[in-house]
């Protein structure tokens, strides 16, 4: 990869549901900690997880509540998409979702993945 900063982008189809949705968060923070920047792509299920108030409750110890992974990447300067088609098929809009969320279609990622980003799906 060139530049000073590597990339990863995360894509993420599970939902609150299930424990993967914390391991995707808990990876993508572990990258900002290493000086990545990342990106997460939300498909699927995973949207909902950015619906305001969807990720208050979920927690698979040990690792941290999923708000406060979702709330501590977001902090850090992750990026988080959400998959125009996912949302709109769930009949949710930009305001439903929580902020710093973007909708954003997968060109974007596409994007990153062309510019040398390393890749992990849940």
């Known amino acids: ?54 990720a208050d409750l979920p927690h698979v110890p040990p690792l941290d509540p999923l708000k406060a992974l979702i709330d501590d990447f977001l902090r850090r300067g992750g990026t988080i998409w959400a998959c125009p088609p996912c949302v709109k098929a769930r009949g949710y809009t930009q305001e439903d979702l929580i902020e710093g969320v973007a909708i954003q279609g997968a060109s974007a990622m596409h994007e990153r993945l062309m510019a040398g980003a390393a890749s992990l799906s849940f």
């Open 1 to 54: 990869m060139t530049g000073s900063r590597k990339e990863l982008v995360v894509l993420m189809t599970k939902g609150a549901d299930h424990e993967l949705s914390s391991v995707g968060f808990t990876i993508a923070n572990g990258g900002v900690t290493a000086g990545m920047k990342v990106y997460m792509f939300l498909t699927s299920a995973s949207v909902d997880l950015v619906r305001k108030r969807a």
